[in-house]
């Protein structure tokens, strides 16, 4: 079933990949290279969120979150609700 020769021919064949897998670990990977600044990235550096600084403030974490809690519920004094505040 099994001869000299397939068994010589597969032990050769794992010797030839287990030499390129060492090999192929042990060659430093080629350093990265600068790509030169295109118009892409030209119009990315100029089309910047232009209201950056202008943006309300939106934090959903402080004290009052309700601005108009004083002035909306003109039924407040007539109707109490029974579930809460």
């Given amino acids: 079933m099994f001869n000299i ?7 050769l064949v ?4 287990a030499i390129g897998i060492w090999y192929w ?3 430093e990977p080629a350093p990265p290279q ?3 600044a295109g ?3 030209q119009i990315f ?3 910047q969120n232009p209201v950056a600084d202008k943006v ?3 934090n959903p974490f402080r004290a009052d979150l309700n601005p108009f809690k004083k002035e909306t519920n003109p039924l407040k004094a007539i109707y109490t609700n ?3 505040e």
Avoid: D, S
């Avoid at 020769?5 to 032990?11: L, R, S, W």
């Avoid at 794992?14 to 990949?17: A, E, F, G, P």
């Fill in 5 to 11: 020769k397939n068994i010589a021919i597969g032990v």
């Fill in 25 to 27: 670990q042990k060659r």
């Fill in 39 to 41: 118009v892409g990235a």
């Fill in 45 to 47: 550096e100029k089309a």
């Fill in 14 to 17: 794992l010797l030839l990949l």
């Fill in 56 to 58: 309300p403030e939106t």
């Fill in 82 to 84: 029974p579930f809460g």
């Fill in 34 to 36: 600068e790509e030169p």
